[in-house]
């Protein structure tokens, strides 16, 4: 037994075992069967006002989570199929119109999970995320992003993406005064 000590006591520390899990990430070799695939959040602006509202922490953000080199975001349809579709990261400008103007991508973390498995979740957020159920400030892509980011990195989205939406949600007048066909499918 006093040679199994005098051994762990020359061990060098790793650092990862003090500070965050990141960290360890980095230093541990994973085995064969583990993969870990980046997880990364594109960052849209809807409107050129972001160039002015941005350095306030405020601005209109359209997001979707890229991972295995897929994008996956939400959007609305007067539908009550799912609202999840699948894009070419970095590409809504090009799929979806000239206002969804990229702006960054920002690496949420990894997961641990295969193609099929991320495949099988975004099925099953298609229950809960339909095209009927948008809504700009309660249910939009936003929070499709977030939910998505929970399940497959344990992480949340940036705050500032969804702020305004949150703040405007929360002042039954100011989301009164956006025309209803914003705020809903028809």
Same mark, same amino acid.
């Given at each position: 037994?006093k040679? =199994?000590?005098?051994f762990?006591?020359?061990?060098?520390?790793?650092?990862c075992?003090s500070g965050?899990?990141?960290?360890?990430?980095?230093? +541990?070799?994973?085995?064969?069967?583990?993969?870990?695939?980046?997880?990364?959040?594109? !960052?849209?602006?809807?409107?050129?006002?972001?160039e002015?509202?941005?350095?306030?922490?405020?601005?209109?953000?359209?997001?979707?989570?890229?991972?295995?080199g897929?994008?996956?975001?939400?959007?609305?349809?007067?539908?009550?199929?799912?609202?999840?579709?699948?894009?070419?990261?970095?590409?809504?400008?090009?799929?979806?119109?000239q206002?969804f103007?990229?702006?960054e991508?920002?690496?949420?973390?990894?997961t641990?999970?295969?193609?099929?498995? !991320?495949?099988?979740i975004?099925?099953?957020?298609?229950?809960?995320?339909?095209?009927?159920?948008?809504?700009?400030?309660?249910?939009?892509?936003?929070h499709?992003?977030?939910?998505?980011?929970?399940?497959?990195?344990?992480?949340?989205?940036?705050?500032?993406?969804?702020? +305004?939406?949150?703040? =405007?949600?929360?002042?039954p007048?100011?989301?009164?005064?956006?025309?209803?066909?914003?705020?809903?499918?028809?």
């Amino acid at each position: 037994m006093k040679k =199994v000590s005098m051994f762990f006591n020359r061990m060098p520390l790793l650092s990862c075992f003090s500070g965050t899990s990141e960290s360890c990430e980095e230093l +541990l070799p994973l085995s064969g069967a583990m993969r870990k695939e980046p997880v990364i959040l594109n !960052v849209y602006d809807l409107f050129a006002i972001n160039e002015y509202v941005t350095p306030l922490g405020l601005g209109i953000f359209h997001t979707g989570i890229q991972v295995y080199g897929t994008e996956y975001t939400f959007g609305g349809h007067s539908l009550s199929n799912t609202g999840i579709f699948e894009l070419a990261p970095r590409s809504a400008q090009q799929e979806l119109g000239q206002n969804f103007r990229y702006r960054e991508s920002i690496h949420l973390g990894h997961t641990h999970l295969s193609r099929d498995e !991320v495949r099988r979740i975004v099925e099953q957020l298609g229950w809960q995320f339909t095209g009927n159920s948008y809504h700009l400030t309660s249910h939009n892509c936003n929070h499709f992003s977030d939910a998505m980011s929970r399940i497959l990195c344990g992480r949340q989205i940036p705050g500032w993406i969804n702020r +305004l939406a949150h703040f =405007v949600g929360c002042v039954p007048f100011l989301e009164r005064c956006l025309p209803p066909d914003w705020l809903t499918p028809m």
